[in-house]
């Protein structure tokens, strides 16, 4: 009887599939905005003074923080493959429910708060389940719902109280309780960080945990990828798809209750445009406008460097206008790096 054995794989051989460090960043999506948020605090720490101190850094920090939530949810349902331009205006839609209720009819903050986050979910789910039940881009669709709660924002609330303003949530009950939830300020020294920084870290850690360790964010970068061959190996990709468009809705929440109970009033038309700096941010950090390819660590960073860079636009006392540009430059500038950072870390993966 003949024994057939194999060679022993030598070291050697091993080591040629093994990637390098290099390899290794390359496929990571929030490398490029790491190394972008360098350069802009590098830049802004050295022609002003005020950004690195302890006021600059709690500012831009908290210029990023309602960006950074809502981003890193964007950035979850753009792996998903979809948009949310809805985004935006349902942080008003959000806070004027809660204020609402709460101002106008007596309810208490926390129940008010409850009742607005049903609402919430309930238009997101609606979201995700119309853009799979009728296969419509969801950039169509959640710019039906945009404009729907762009005109109940303003309809209702000029109804009720005769202007576009609610306001007086100071003498809400339950606002002292809800207020240290969602506004409370930390003292770090001479820095005072605002609960908005806080809940944009943790919301970070949660999404990056849930995207990169468990079988949902598997799904997510499926359906993202390719919904067909994702459906065909038993992905639940509706179920997958309202989700994330229930987590922007979910965010939308938290940036409206930190900004209501910390500005203690809301206008009907906050919000609107800002759906656009969402995306930017998700790309900057890595995500790629066709799906299946990004990160929401890398989504945060890119929120960082939105807050750095309009704060410090304003130490070095320059004119704001250019803050626009930078916009634009950057988004650019993210698309081409993300694309060839996808194809190298598609030949690291062969």
């Known amino acids: 009887m003949t024994v057939v054995t194999k060679d022993p794989v030598s070291p050697e051989s091993q080591s040629e599939h093994q990637p390098t460090l290099m390899q290794r960043l390359i496929v990571r999506p929030e490398l490029g905005a790491g190394l972008g948020a360098l350069v802009v605090f590098v830049f802004f720490s050295a022609i002003t003074d005020e950004f690195l101190s302890p006021a600059g850094v709690a500012n831009w920090l908290d210029d990023a923080s309602t960006l950074g939530i809502m981003a890193i949810a964007v950035a979850l349902l753009m792996i998903g493959g979809e948009f949310d331009l809805s985004a935006g205006v349902m942080t008003a839609s959000t806070a004027l429910v809660t204020a609402l209720l709460a101002v106008e009819l007596g309810w208490n903050v926390w ?26 881009p969801s950039f169509i669709v959640t710019l039906g719902t945009f404009l729907a709660l762009q005109g109940l924002n303003l309809g ?68 993202g990828g390719s919904l067909p061959s994702a459906r065909a190996v038993g992905v639940p990709a509706v179920r997958t798809k309202i989700l994330l468009f229930m987590g922007t809705a979910f965010a939308a929440w938290v940036v409206g209750a930190c900004n209501l109970l910390r500005f203690t009033s809301v206008q009907a038309n906050q919000g609107v445009g800002l759906e656009f700096q969402y995306i930017i941010a998700a790309v900057v950090g890595g995500c790629l406008l066709t799906g299946g390819f990004g990160s929401v660590v890398g989504a945060a960073i890119g929120a960082l460097i939105f807050g750095m860079a309009r704060q410090g636009i304003v130490y070095a006392n320059w004119n704001s206008d250019w803050f626009m540009l930078f916009l634009g430059i950057l988004l650019l500038a993210a698309v081409l790096v993300n694309n060839a950072f996808k194809k190298q870390a598609e030949r690291v993966r062969r």
């Open 111 to 136: 129940f008010a708060l409850g009742a607005s986050l049903i609402f919430a979910l309930a238009v997101g789910a609606l979201n995700g389940w119309v853009v799979m039940r009728t296969g419509l």
């Open 156 to 223: 209702v609330t000029r109804w009720v109280t005769g202007t576009v303003q609610v306001s007086g949530m100071r003498s809400a009950d339950g606002y002292e309780s809800a207020g240290w939830v969602f506004a409370a300020t930390t003292d770090i020294g001479d820095a005072h960080i605002q609960a908005s920084v806080l809940w944009w870290i943790v919301l970070t850690a949660l999404a990056a945990i849930l995207l990169m360790r468990t079988k949902f964010g598997n799904w997510v970068f499926a359906v």
